[in-house]
């Protein structure tokens, strides 16, 4: 039973040693990208909202371009 018991705290302390060394290989690992990383150039965080005009869709409250007629038809008669 001794030696039982034993073998448990053997395995304990080298799950615990693996957990740490892991631990540890991880941090410096985390520590060495957030060193290489930075923002990029593109990011404008400070000058607030950029358009981005699309041509390509109707003028906002357009409501008789295509593909919205069937939406204001149905929005004007009784169901």
């Known amino acids: 039973m001794a030696s ?3 073998e448990d705290e053997r395995r304990s302390q080298e799950g ?3 957990l740490t060394s892991n631990a540890k ?3 410096a690992e985390k520590k060495a990208a ?4 930075e923002a990029p150039a593109t990011q ?13 869709i109707a ?3 357009a409501l008789e371009q295509e593909g919205q ?10 169901r």
Not at 44 to 56: I, K, R, V
Not at 71 to 77: A, D, F, G, I, Q
């Open 4 to 6: 039982a018991k034993r």
């Open 16 to 18: 615990q040693s693996d």
């Open 25 to 27: 290989r991880a941090l």
């Open 34 to 37: 957030e060193s290489d990383t």
């Open 44 to 56: 404008t965080a400070s000058e607030g909202m950029q358009p981005n005009p699309n041509s390509d």
């Open 59 to 61: 003028p906002s409250g």
């Open 69 to 78: 007629r069937p939406v204001l038809e149905r929005s004007r008669k009784v």
